[in-house]
């Protein structure tokens, strides 16, 4: 028997870490979202954006949100197949995890359009470590669903 080693992307470690490093990252963007507006708020104090910048802004924590959907939706179907068991009845559910995965997959594509937004424009440093951030995390979260075969069109495991 021949033992072979498998490639840095097949281990567990990387696995875990495409899987929570992006969970962790966009539960923060958006808790972080939800608390700078109530404070602002509190204050008295709008943010200035103009329209392209907070049309940005809004479809990156959509973004954040359909990939926090994808694991709240999975997380919940699987709980619940204790009480169902892995039959037919659970193929409803797991076809509805992979709904919500093909929308954050599909997602990833709002952080990457958003990276590559001129870089020349003036903007603070920050933005754009926050925007590489971003898309690395979706791009993590898109390489997590597809290799681990989330999306595979038969429920035969």
Do not use: C
């Not at 072979?4 to 490093?21: D, H, I, N, R, Y």
């Amino acid at each position: 028997m021949i033992f072979m080693k498998p490639s840095v992307t097949q281990t567990k470690s990387f696995a875990t870490f495409s899987l929570f490093g992006p969970i962790i990252f966009f539960a923060v963007a958006l808790i972080l979202w939800i608390v700078g507006a109530i404070i602002r708020a509190h204050y008295d104090r709008r943010r200035v954006l103009d329209d392209v910048h907070r049309r940005r802004h809004r479809r990156l924590m959509l973004a954040a949100g359909i990939d926090l959907l994808f694991v709240v939706v999975a997380i919940s179907v699987f709980s619940a197949a204790g009480a169902l068991g892995l039959g037919q009845k659970m193929d409803p559910l797991l076809r509805v995890i992979q709904i919500v995965a093909v929308l954050a997959v599909i997602a990833t594509i709002i952080p990457i359009y958003n990276l590559f937004r001129p870089w020349w424009q003036e903007r603070w440093w920050w933005n754009r470590v926050y925007d590489v951030m971003f898309a690395v995390s979706a791009v993590l979260l898109a390489w997590w669903i597809i290799a681990w075969h989330v999306l595979t069109p038969s429920l035969r495991f």
